[in-house]
């Protein structure tokens, strides 16, 4: 864990950062619903954390962001942080900083993480998500499954894609081939 001292202050100011930011990868709005919805529980938990390292591993889990739009899967986002904007992030004082610091960093995605293991918005959880799955949701996960395995030659690890998506959202084949 390091120490910042003046010079780190005056380097890594959010000022700083906006002076000279990194490549602009996303295009998040402060006042958006979707900033307000989701980022927003992010940037109150980031204003606790008190060093560098707690920032970069707490953005690099995997948060809740709604519903994909072809399927209804959740739609699941980290971020990718680096040193500066990390401290940059140990500073701000507002939300539209710490949108404009998230917009300039790195997104994660693909990994194979289950729907119980993502933070969630307050009033939002894993079972509040698949209670919201109606029978036709269900069915559309399930038959993008099925032409995803399709895709893939029915190659083996993307069967047990299939059983783990199956299990993890607890779609039943009975429930949804009425």
């Known amino acids: 864990m390091s120490q910042m001292d003046i010079f780190d ?31 927003y529980h992010i940037y109150e938990h ?19 962001m709604g519903r994909e739009i072809y399927a209804p899967y959740a739609k699941q986002k980290g971020f990718l942080v680096n040193k500066r904007a990390s401290k940059a992030l140990l500073m701000i004082d507002n939300f539209n900083d710490f949108v404009f610091v998230i917009n300039h960093c790195g997104q994660i995605f693909g990994r194979n993480t289950s729907i119980d293991n993502l933070i969630y918005p307050p009033n939002m959880s894993a079972d509040k998500f698949r209670a919201s799955l109606t029978v036709a949701d269900k069915q559309k996960i399930y038959e993008d499954l099925k032409r995803l395995e399709r895709l ?3 190659n083996p690890r993307y069967v047990e894609h299939t059983k783990f998506i199956m299990n993890d959202y607890k779609i039943e084949i009975s429930e949804i081939n009425r």
């Open 9 to 39: 202050y005056l380097e890594h100011d959010i000022q700083a950062f906006k002076d000279n930011p990194p490549t602009k990868i996303s295009k998040y709005r402060p006042n958006s619903k979707f900033a307000k919805d989701y980022l």
């Open 152 to 154: 893939h030659s029915h």
């Open 46 to 64: 980031v204003k606790t954390l008190y060093n560098e390292s707690d920032i970069e591993k707490y953005l690099y889990s995997r948060f809740f």
